[in-house]
């Protein structure tokens, strides 16, 4: 089990959409980098890590800060918490405004067509949410 927001738990992430046929089909042309800000997270403050992804494939999955991406997506460790557990749907966040998106406008478009089976595929992983709980 990875402890999450853990480069292990990333990184199983990574691999689990790699893994996925159907997100590799309708990801086959998806480049673009991901740059996630989680506020408010338990005895540690703001955490960051970037995704980045080249003709579908995630290559890399990196804990802290970034200077760029395509994308910034921002919210509090409670929402995040729900969307990696899959009793939150991020189009439902969006509307919500409890998720934050900052971005190129052409590219997010393929990102919200991908975004709910991502969120899908990592609500598989079996994680330790209880790491910044105490």
Same mark, same amino acid.
């Given at each position: 089990m990875a402890k999450y927001l853990s480069q292990d738990w990333l990184d199983l992430g990574r691999i689990a959409v =790699?893994? =996925? *046929? *159907?997100?590799?089909k309708l990801g086959k042309n998806l480049n673009l980098t991901i740059y996630h800000v989680i506020?408010?997270?338990?005895n540690k403050g703001t955490v960051y890590f970037w995704s980045t992804f080249k003709d579908g494939k995630c290559v *890399?999955?990196?804990l802290g800060e970034k200077s760029a991406g395509?994308?910034?997506?921002?919210?509090?460790?409670?929402?995040w918490k729900q969307l990696h557990d899959g009793s939150l *749907?991020?189009?439902?966040?969006i509307l919500e405004k409890s998720l934050h998106v900052e971005g190129k406008p052409v590219k997010g478009? $393929?990102?919200? $067509?991908?975004a709910p089976l991502m969120n899908k595929?990592?609500?598989t992983i079996e994680t330790d949410f209880k790491i910044f709980d105490g």
């Open positions: =790699n893994n =996925n *046929e *159907e997100f590799r506020s408010d997270v338990p *890399e999955v990196q395509d994308f910034t997506l921002t919210a509090s460790y409670d929402i *749907e991020i189009v439902q966040a478009i $393929k990102i919200l $067509k991908l595929i990592i609500a």
